[in-house]
């Protein structure tokens, strides 16, 4: 099967711009999660998706925002971007019966000016 | 919510030696523990894991345990080789079955394989 896909790989925005990321699971994976990852603080979560609905959410301010799609695929938005926003954000999926298990996407590197 | 700690934050080690690396986890409900390598510029890839009804686990030269009465698990690897050199991960959650669940990781180790 192939692979967990994001879109795009690489973007450059700048402060007060708002930014849409696409991610693909692999199919037949039904939920979705998503993560940023920094130097400084690792990798965080940032919500989960399943079945279109918002399962769980971490502790990100609102601009910070999500969806999926009856496809399994998944979207994240993140508005009013700040310059602490610039991150690798990575997306991974799982499989409706071995729930924990994720397999990452190669991530978006966003880096906001 | 669950805090996962690991240590060292970085080890370096001569190629055939053993590398072991260790996460304490707050939340006694958790109950799925993975381990990730993240190689530089790549995705976190998924390289062992271990749930809680299980003491121990081995791949090849790798190999998990947990103590949950503790609360803490570890990462064992053996003969190490350079391409072991990477960013390891450790992640705690507590779902199963489709209930909610996310994996909160700890900060990192950075393995380094000395030739």
């Known amino acids: 099967k192939a692979g967990v896909t994001q879109t795009p790989r690489y973007l450059i925005k700048t402060r007060g711009q708002q930014v849409t990321l696409s991610c693909s699971p692999i199919?037949?994976?039904?939920?979705v999660s998503w993560y940023q990852q920094t130097p400084g603080q690792g990798l965080q979560f940032l919500f989960e998706?399943?079945?279109?609905?918002?399962?769980n959410k971490g502790n990100f301010p609102g601009r910070f925002s999500g969806r999926q799609f009856s496809n399994s695929r998944s979207e994240m938005n993140v508005s009013t971007l700040e310059l602490g926003d610039s991150a690798l954000y990575l997306c991974a999926s799982s499989a409706r019966d071995r729930a924990e298990t994720q397999y990452f996407g190669p991530g978006t590197r966003l880096l906001v000016l | 919510g669950e805090n996962v700690e690991q240590h060292p934050s970085t080890l370096s080690v001569q190629e055939g030696d053993s590398a072991v690396i260790k996460c304490t986890y707050s939340?006694?409900?958790?109950?799925?523990f993975p381990w990730y390598k993240q190689e530089l510029g790549k995705r976190p890839q998924l390289i062992i894991d271990i749930r809680s009804n299980v003491g121990e686990k081995k791949d090849q030269r790798i190999a998990v345990t947990l103590n949950k009465t503790a609360k803490h698990f570890s990462l064992h690897i053996t003969e190490t080789q350079p391409e072991d050199s990477a960013v390891y991960f450790c992640?705690?959650?507590?779902?199963?079955?489709?209930?909610?669940?996310?994996?909160?990781f700890g900060k990192g180790t950075l393995l380094t394989v000395n030739p």
């Open positions: 992640a705690a959650s507590r779902g199963s079955g489709g209930s909610n669940y996310k994996l909160t």
């Open positions: 998706y399943f079945s279109e609905t918002q399962r």
């Open positions: 939340d006694s409900a958790s109950n799925y």
């Open positions: 199919s037949g994976h039904r939920s």
